[in-house]
């Protein structure tokens, strides 16, 4: 594991109190709800805002078997008990960590086309998964771990389940808050 400035959110953190958006006291910001509650594709989201520096850095991945009665909020009994693919990586710009990002792929999605998701490297999911017209996004949660606010969505990708956790750094919200005042110029 890489030496970073902060501790790693993980979806098996039973600590994350993970809510809907109507539900979330003390309410983020507004310019992190932009992030937090945008139905969109995250991956082309910070490309976009990049100026072509977008990159994934994988941090850890592999099959991992851990109960955790919080995911049984999100998938079904049967699939809590299975192995897991747990990839955990850092979209960022450049050398700079904007998204700290954990996935969580149950062993009985991972056939057919889906096996490839195995092997995605630094590739970002989001491509993988934005470019099927049948994906459904079924809930979508919201959580602060210390100092940093993520989200938590369901997928569905060919009626097979993926759970995606995105934190979003300082980094990122700085680069957003400065290019959103340059934008609006002075006051």
């Known amino acids: 594991m890489?030496?970073?400035?902060?501790?790693?959110?993980?979806?098996?953190?039973?600590?994350?109190?993970?809510?809907?958006?109507?539900?979330?006291?003390?309410?983020?910001?507004?310019?992190l709800q932009s992030w937090l509650l945008d139905p969109g594709s995250l991956t082309q989201r910070l490309k976009a805002m990049s100026d072509g520096e977008f990159n994934v850095q994988v941090i850890e991945e592999g099959w991992a078997q851990r109960s955790n009665p919080g995911l049984l909020q999100c998938f079904q009994p049967y699939v809590t008990r299975q192995l897991m693919w747990s990839r955990k990586v850092l979209l960022r710009c450049g050398e700079t960590p904007w998204v700290a990002a954990h996935t969580l792929i149950p062993m009985s999605s991972m056939v057919g086309a889906l096996k490839q998701l195995r092997s995605l490297r630094d590739r970002p999911l989001g491509e993988f998964l934005f470019q099927d017209p049948q994906l459904q996004r079924l809930q979508l949660e919201i959580a602060q771990s210390d100092e940093l606010w993520g989200r938590r969505s369901l997928f569905y990708l060919r009626h097979k389940p993926i759970l995606v956790a995105e934190f979003f750094l300082p980094a990122l919200l700085r680069e957003d808050a400065e290019r959103l005042q340059a934008y609006n110029g002075p006051c």
């Open 2 to 31: 890489l030496d970073l400035p902060f501790q790693f959110p993980s979806l098996y953190n039973p600590q994350l109190r993970w809510h809907s958006e109507s539900q979330c006291l003390p309410r983020p910001r507004p310019a």
